[in-house]
């Protein structure tokens, strides 16, 4: 079955870095766009970025263009969220999904900027 | 950039009730409209794609319609495991906004 697990969120002062990962499991990985999603404490979704399958191009959230960088790997089935330049509204559950219409999503792993 | 708002944007209604959601995109985006439900403590499901098409495994009293600008997330008869927050997308063209979500439970 798809699996979709989020890992690397955590504690970090705000101008800090954190790189999320996203290991995929149970589908052909390297045949899907996949995104990340962000929800802070109490609030909606906020569509983050995405990678396409193919050619690696990339699109953001006007939030976060220039600070950062969504990654995959195919050969593993990881996907990546490089954050850098982190801010408190950063802070939020990160989560990945899969696909054109989002049709499978990780569990999140929560980031909390704060000095 | 496309805005999507939906209303109302919270409602309790009974068990056995028809349940109306309503999402609006500020640009026509043909039908490339999905709807997720979410628990709380829990990712995201999805469980409307191309406005209208039921997504594998979502009870048949889920439905959805519209094109364009103006769209519905309908539940014919409430049932108690339905309590959550219900958000519509767009999807068709970078940057995927979510709607605001709406907040329902029971009365």
């Known amino acids: 079955q798809v699996q979709l697990v989020e890992s690397g969120g955590g504690v970090v002062q705000p101008g800090g870095s954190l790189r999320l990962s996203c290991a995929a499991s149970g589908f052909t990985f390297s045949s899907y766009g996949m995104h990340w999603v962000r929800q802070a404490p109490g609030k909606g979704l906020e569509w983050v970025a995405t990678v396409r399958y193919v050619g690696g191009v990339d699109y953001y959230a006007q939030s976060v263009k220039g600070r950062f960088t969504i990654s995959r790997d195919n050969d593993n089935n990881e996907l990546y969220l490089q954050m850098n330049s982190l801010r408190a509204d950063d802070t939020a559950v990160y989560f990945c999904?899969?696909?054109?219409?989002?049709?499978?999503w990780g569990r999140g792993t929560l980031v909390t900027v704060t000095s | 950039d496309i805005q999507m708002t939906q209303s109302p944007s919270s409602l309790s209604a009974s068990v056995g009730d028809r349940v109306t959601l309503t999402c609006r995109a500020s640009q026509g985006i043909n039908n490339y409209l999905a709807w997720y439900q979410q628990k709380p403590g829990k990712g995201p499901e999805l469980l409307i794609y191309a406005a209208s098409t039921l997504q594998s495994g979502v009870p048949s009293r889920f439905s959805g319609s519209g094109s364009g600008t103006d769209f519905t997330l309908t539940i014919s008869s409430l049932q108690p495991e339905d309590v959550a927050t219900y958000y519509c997308q767009k999807y068709n063209s970078a940057p995927f906004t979510f709607g605001p979500g709406t907040k329902v439970d029971i009365k």
């Open positions: 999904a899969r696909g054109q219409f989002f049709d499978y």
